[in-house]
C-alpha cells in the first residue's frame, strides 16, 4: 500500500482564517481577549504540536486579542518549538516554579493585550477543562481583577466543529491508512492469540502503514460478542465463535480517525452476525440522514430506528456518534437531544451501537465529512457481512 | 530478549492500604471525603485502566469517603470496566447529558457520604487540573453548600511520591525493557533515515520488546547536537556528523518510564562528545546524592555543580529530574528550590541536562528508585562514551 501523506503543517493563512474568525467572534460577545490553555485549543491557534502535553507538570496558555496574532505566554522549555509556528509574541518563564507557575507573566499580559477592559473568553462549557491549577486560576482571577472571565466555549465550539480541508485531507489519510490495516488483519490474525498479541500487532501493522502514533485503541474479544469496549486488553486467547472489536483512534499530524471493526474467529453465533447486520444497516440509515440541515438527533434516530426494529436491548455509549478532529471526540453528540445542525465541513463519527443479548455488545463506526448533499466517507466502509478470521 | 513481565493488574490489598492512608490523612486534615477526577487519581484509588480518558467528552469522579471503600460516579459506559475492579459501589449516569452531565449525581453522592457535615478534598496545587468543565463545577458547589472544598494536594503527593514494591516492578520492568530497545537501536538505524522514520521505528521495536505503548517520545537530530527536545519528527535526514536524542516514556500495564539516550551518526564534534561525557558525570554525581534524607534541591546542586564546571551555558528545562509512575512526570522536581527530602521507594529521574553551544543542547536522564543506601537503577546505565551509529 502506497499512499501519498498531506503536507505536515499548515500555511500561515490557516491560523489567520482561524484567528480573524475568533476575533470577529469575540467582537460580537464583547470579549477584549480569549485565553485557551489545552492542547488541542493552543494547537488550534498556533500550530504547536509536541507530545510533550503528557507532562502535567507546567501550565501552557495562549492569548488571542482583539486585534493581532495570538500571543504565547508557555514555560521555556517550550520557547525554540513555539518560535518555529507563525506566532511572533511569545513569553516565557523558567517553570517549574511552583510558587508563580507562570500566573503573575499571563495576569500582566491579559492587562496589557485588553488595556484593562472588557471581559476575557475561557472555555468554560461542556466537554472543556481547566488545564492549570485551581489554587492558580483563583490567583489568577484576583490579580486581574476588574477583568472578569466568560465563558467562550459557544465560540471555540463553533469555529473547531467546521473543518478545512486542509484539516479534512489530514483526517482523510489516517481515515485511509486505518482502512487498510482493518481490512488486511484476518492475515495477521490467528486463533489462540490473546488480546494483548492482537493490539499488539494491530499497532506494529498501524506504524508500518503510516500512522504517526495510536493514541486510543480499546476493544477485545468475547464468545458470541464482546462484552465492553473500553477495557484494556488481557491474556484472554481467542476461541472458535469469539466476535473481536478493535475501536481505534489513530493520529496523523495531531487529527485523528475513530472507527472500528469486527470480525469472528471461525464460526459464531446466529445472534452476533444478525446484529452486525442491523448495525450495518443502522450505518447506511446514519449515512442517508446526514446532509447539511439535518441536526444531530436526526442521525441519532435514523439509526436508533433500524436498531430498535432489529432488537436492540440499548446502548450503554450514551451516543450513537460525534465529532471528531484533532481530539478522538469532539462536539456535538449524536444524541436524542442534540439539536445541532450539520454544516458542510463537519467531520462526524456515525457510530451505532446496541446490546443485543445479556452482555452482549456490537457497534459499528465510520467517519464521514458532511458535504452538499451526500457525506463523504473518510473511513472505507466496512464489510456487509461479519468477516471471519481462521 | 526474553524478560517475563511482572503480572498486571494489582491485588486489592494494594488498593486497601492506598484508601486507608488517605483516609489517615484526611481526619488528620479534617476532611469528611475525597474527590478526584483525573486519569492517575482515579486509577490510583480504582485500578480504573483504560485509554477511554482521550475522549473528553466524558468527566469521571470518584469520592473517597471517611471510611470504607471508594465510590465510583462515572459514565454509564464504564461501569462494566469499573465493576472488574476492587469496588462495589458505582454509580452511573447515561452521559454525555450536557444538561446535567453528572453532577446532580455526584452532588447526592457527596451529601449521603459526608452526611453533609465537614469539608471535600479536592486537588487544588500545583501539577494538578480541573477535569470537568468549569461551569459545572460552580454548579457542583453550589448544590453541596454548605460543604465546602479544600485542597488535598498534599495528601495525593504525598501518598503517590512513595511507591509500593508492586508499583516499582512495573516500572522496572518497562526500563528494563527500553533499555534494551535503545542498546539494540544503533543495529536498526542508519544514516540517511529522516526523523519519522527514525521514530517510526524506535516504536515498532518498542512494541516488540513487550511495551504496551508509547506514549511519548520526543527528541530529534541536529549537527552537532540537537537545538530542541519536545518538538515532533520532520523530514529531516540523518547526515554525519548529527547527534540524535530520543527521549521516551513507554507504558507497562499503566506504568512509565522516562529516560533518554544519545547517539552520534558518524563522527561528530568534539564539542558534543565532551558534552554527553559532561552530563555522563553529572549523572554520577546526582546518583552518589541520591540518598534518603538529601533533598531533590540536594540532587539538583550535585548535578549542576558538574555540568557549571563542565561549562553549561544554561538549562531551558527547568529542572534536572522529577518524580515517575502512573504519569511521564510526577512531583516533585530536582529544582534549587525543591526541599522536598528524598524517602525510600520514591521512584525519581536524574536527567541533567545543558546548552553547550549556541543552539545546541545535551540531555541524559536514568531513572531510580530511592533504597535505604544507594539507588537503584531502574533504566541500565547509559554507555560512558557517546555512541555511534554507522
Chains 1, 2 share one sequence.
Not at 479534512?168 to 487498510?180: F, V
Not at 447486520?277 to 442521525?299: F, H, I, K, S
Not at 430506528?305 to 450514551?318: Q, T, Y
Amino acid at each position: 500500500m502506497s499512499i501519498t501523506p498531506p503536507p505536515r503543517g499548515f500555511p500561515v493563512s490557516e491560523f489567520e482564517t482561524r484567528t480573524a474568525k475568533a476575533q470577529a467572534r469575540m467582537a460580537d460577545a464583547g470579549l477584549s481577549a480569549l485565553l485557551v490553555l489545552t492542547e488541542p485549543e493552543v494547537r488550534y491557534f498556533t500550530g504547536f504540536l509536541t507530545p510533550f502535553w503528557q507532562s502535567p507538570t507546567r501550565p501552557w496558555f495562549v492569548v488571542i486579542p482583539a486585534t493581532g496574532k495570538p500571543v504565547a505566554v508557555i514555560p521555556t522549555i517550550g520557547a525554540e518549538c513555539m518560535a518555529r509556528t507563525w506566532l511572533d509574541d511569545i513569553r516565557t518563564w523558567p517553570a517549574p516554579v511552583p510558587q508563580d507557575e507562570g500566573v503573575s507573566l499571563l495576569a500582566e499580559t491579559l492587562k496589557e493585550l485588553t488595556a484593562g477592559r472588557g471581559n476575557i473568553g475561557l472555555p468554560m462549557g461542556p466537554e472543556t477543562s481547566l488545564r492549570m491549577s485551581l489554587n492558580d486560576f483563583e490567583r489568577l482571577k484576583d490579580i486581574i481583577a476588574p477583568l472578569q472571565f466568560r465563558d467562550a466555549s459557544p465560540i471555540i465550539r463553533a469555529l473547531r466543529m467546521v473543518k478545512s480541508e486542509l484539516e479534512i485531507d489530514k483526517t482523510r489519510h489516517i481515515c485511509q491508512l486505518l482502512s487498510g490495516v482493518f481490512e488486511d488483519l484476518p492475515r495477521h490474525l490467528s486463533l489462540g492469540m490473546t488480546e494483548i498479541d492482537i493490539f499488539r500487532t494491530f499497532k506494529t501493522r498501524t506504524l508500518a502503514a503510516g500512522a504517526d502514533d495510536i493514541a486510543f485503541l480499546v476493544g477485545g474479544l468475547g464468545e458470541g460478542g464482546p462484552a465492553d469496549i473500553i477495557s484494556p486488553p488481557s491474556d484472554r486467547r481467542s476461541r472458535e465463535g469469539d466476535v473481536l472489536i478493535l475501536d481505534t483512534g489513530a493520529v496523523f499530524d495531531g487529527y485523528y480517525c475513530d472507527f472500528d471493526r469486527n470480525y469472528a474467529f471461525g464460526d459464531t453465533t446466529g445472534a452476533a452476525k444478525q446484529a452486525y447486520q442491523v448495525v450495518y444497516q443502522a450505518t447506511e440509515a446514519g449515512l442517508a440522514a446526514a446532509r447539511p440541515g439535518a441536526t444531530c438527533a436526526d442521525l441519532f434516530h435514523a439509526m436508533q430506528r433500524v436498531m430498535d426494529a432489529g432488537g436492540a436491548m440499548g446502548n450503554d455509549v450514551g451516543r450513537l456518534g460525534h465529532g471528531l478532529g484533532m481530539q478522538l471526540t469532539e462536539w456535538p453528540s449524536n444524541t436524542a437531544t442534540d439539536m445541532t445542525v450539520l454544516e458542510p465541513g463537519m467531520i462526524m463519527t456515525l457510530e451505532p451501537g446496541m446490546t443485543f443479548a445479556e452482555g452482549k455488545v456490537m457497534v459499528h463506526e465510520e467517519n464521514i465529512v458532511i458535504r452538499d448533499g451526500t457525506p463523504e466517507l473518510l473511513s472505507r466502509r466496512a464489510p456487509a457481512e461479519l468477516p471471519v478470521i481462521g
